[in-house]
């Protein structure tokens, strides 16, 4: 029998793993996105690469995103229903937000992500590549507003934060483990 998802701690449901995000079979993968929705590099240019023109053609429809906010749109020639693109901040230093902007778009993305009806949604690590989000100061936020969602979202049954490299993984599994102790 499948365990109810409302009764696993909300942190259980938060999985870490290796890979390229665009190969995910879940409901929706999160996009790491600028504000104006005209793609880039890193995941961005990856995930429009392997969808096709129709995620684009959306994002231009949309037209632009707040930094701190999500958008959702169909999710091309890929395995996932849904694109979510979520804007991250810019790393300035510290003192601009950032921590609140990273936090913000991972609760929306998620929001999103229910009202839409997903179940299972997959993130990269938002803003640790050309935003320069340190790594070991953005796991702790995005898993705890990850987790923090996740508690107001019983209907989300996993969260899986996929990376392209091992030393990112690491960054996050101990970011996870100290969030689980203080659980
Ligand atoms: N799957 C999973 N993770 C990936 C992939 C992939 N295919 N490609 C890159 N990454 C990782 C990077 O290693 C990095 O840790 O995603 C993380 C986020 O990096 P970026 O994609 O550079 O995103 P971000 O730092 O949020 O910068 C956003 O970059 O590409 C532009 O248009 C985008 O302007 C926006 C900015």
Known sequence: MQADPTQVAAYERIELALGDITREHVDAIVNAANSALRGGGGVDGAIHRAGGPEIMAECRKIGYCAP????????GKLPARFVIHAVGPVWQGGGADEELLL?????RALELAREHGCR??????????????????????????????????????KVRFVFV??????????????????A
């Open 68 to 75: 701190g906010e999500a958008v959702i749109t169909a999710a």
């Open 120 to 157: 299972t949604v997959a993130f990269p690590a938002i803003s640790t590549g050309a935003y320069g989000y340190p790594a070991r100061l953005a796991a702790p936020v995005a898993l705890a507003a990850t987790n923090d969602a996740l508690i107001r979202l019983p209907r989300i049954e």
């Open 165 to 182: 490299d091992e030393e990112m993984r690491g960054v996050f599994e101990q970011a996870l483990a100290l969030l689980e102790k203080s």
């Open 103 to 107: 936090a913000s778009c991972h609760e």
